[in-house]
């Protein structure tokens, strides 16, 4: 049977699971964080091969620690879960209430997207943060995982998707795919399939883009900025920039380039240098740098996303500036001015137009769980729908229900009744 | 000069537009309005050209008084944009308020998308429909009206250019294109277009969805669907069938399939065959329904969008089977239910997959106009972003601000501090 089938049959039993009550997606869960702990042997056992295969492989120590799952991952996860059942539910919301004229009652009420197809790196705890998530916001959910932890998946996923049923969800609500092949056959379901929402690398984010009709919410890369303000307090900034540029290099919210005002980088560079060289930072300037602090020079067009500890440093006349590089050539991620001036600081929030825009702070800040969504999805760098760490409310959207009794357009084109368009409280 | 140059401009003006104060949008709205008035001469005489010209390439005349833009249009286009003066500014609202941590304070602020492509029919009133709402909404958009009123719109759009720069906003912050092959140069601009909304038939949404790599906000058809319940008040549902299918035949909101419960069919099809029949209205049905009243016999998979005096029917058993008629032949546009059983609409509002599910009234009412959001830049069927009429609110996204003292991540990854998580109110 092929997948397009399965997600077909997703598709006619996503409104159920969309009707279901949230006691009985919070009893899900509940069942879910219960059957993993009881489980836990077995899905120990099932990473124990994934690593040992890997290891088998030559896969970097990096990639090793996130195929991990241990009792410290399977607590976190747990928690997680517990965390999202506290949350309130983000189906049924009315944000719109409307009296449109006597008898005919407009509202707005928030309902899950439908299907979503998430398609994720090789990371056991993302299936259980991402099939959770899917859970609690009332959509069914075609998960693909990496193959690198193929065994650990099918375990975990097993587990979840008996939990849910037994907890009263409908069948078929949940659906793993394995084979890669299926990525290209999920990518053709625009007729089943509402969202798409890839993680990995850039490349792989692009391709899915690429080759589908179906809506895709990702991020195609994270350039973040820091930019440091004249009226920056500089013993501030450094343990900020350190942070954002060492605390996870790997991470879409790790700085990559960092712009500082003319007028005080004489000062500042310096000791800056001093302190990201002790972190194992190697720096990358414009020939302006480079005359200050001893960095390769590069120029301005090859500043990139390095997700290594390597950073670009450029100078800029005033926030001005820096905030038309960032738009130029940032990715619309998170990107920080470092100032004490809190004028100087709305300018640059206002007119960055990146999904996190930040005063004196470090920009791995960006996250579903540290904004306190419980978990995220993903971290989308598009505008539409969803924006920055994707958490409950980014897997919503709504419908328009109007009640009537009899009313027909006719007699408002006519002019025999008319709208009053009264706000409900 | 390249449209793609004019729209790289506008993607750096972007940012200062989102920046301008509701007053100024405002007066630029006011400003617009007044100038349409003084200058309605020159209007008219403009499309009068237009008109004459299509009357010379022989233009059916429902396609005539869309193209026609008298002193009635122009008095409703003027009345709109007093309308959208009088509507709360949607940019700078707050959606959530949350304190990570002490001095560490997170907002999350709607903001305008920035850059817009409208691609839309021949209709004047649309062009300045559109342009208001995305100066009110404060976003650049790139218009492109049809080719058959281009003498009006290049008037129209002088004008309102002209009148919008005047008042304060930034130069490049609207731009018209005229040549239909700078519709496939826009396609390209995914680097300066953040979304593209396109009107017109499904064929045509159909070829920009394919050809674009910038999301799409769109609907690509309109079959929608009324289901005549059990229930349901037999007087009042034919005067609600009646408008739904005569009242405006060519919109994408008119009904296309009646569903009716087996029960009545015997005695209401025949009482409403009459009823459309006396409108003119051609009858459709499957064998079921043509062995009752006399009406063409169709098979189900050939029930379509008809925009035209004809309609399908087919019996069904239940509300149940109803649902499942319309989620798998549906456009998910609008959906109504005429029964006076209200445990029987919450089912078929909550399982309908739709952006509107009526109770006991017309399809026709989904409406930006109807629904009091001023106008409408379009219907959407798609679930991501916006969904059913596009006002204001779906013209803009959100961007986080985070304020912080220094903060870093390093701290709560080792335990040294912890987040709190204090909504303020």
Redesign the interface.
Known sequence: MSIKEDVRNM??V???L??SSVETRNQALSRIADTLREHSEEIFQANKQDMDLAEQTGISAAVMKRLKFDPGKLEDVTAGIEQLIGLPDPVGKVSLA?E?DEG?T?YRVSCP??VIGVIFEARPDALVQISSLCIKSGNCAVLKGGKETAHTNRVLFRLIYDSAVKAGLPEGCLLQAEQHSEIDELLECHGSV??LIPRGSNRFVQYI??HT?I?V?GHADGLCHIYVDRDA?LQ?AI??I???KT??TAACNAVETLLVHREIAGDFLPELACALRAEGVKLRGTKEVTDIIQAETIEEKDFREYLDLILSVKLVDNVEEA??HI??FGSHHTDSILTENRGT?ERF??????????????T???DGF???FGAEVGIST????A??PVGLEGLV??????????????D??KGRRS?H?RDIE
Do not use: E, W
Request: hydrophobic share 40%; with cysteine.
């Open positions: 598709k006619a996503a409104p159920y969309a009707a409307r449109l005919l407009l997207i439908g509402d969202l883009m690429d009709k809506p919410m307090d501030k343990p900020v350190v942070d954002a605390q996870y905030i038309a738009n130029r600081a929030m206002q007119l960055v137009d990146s999904a996190g825009v930040y005063q004196n702070c470090s791995r800040f960006a540290r904004y306190g598009g505008k539409i729908h924006r920055g959207t709504y419908k328009y229900k109007l009640f009537g009794d009899g009313h027909i357009v006719g408002y084109a709208f368009f």
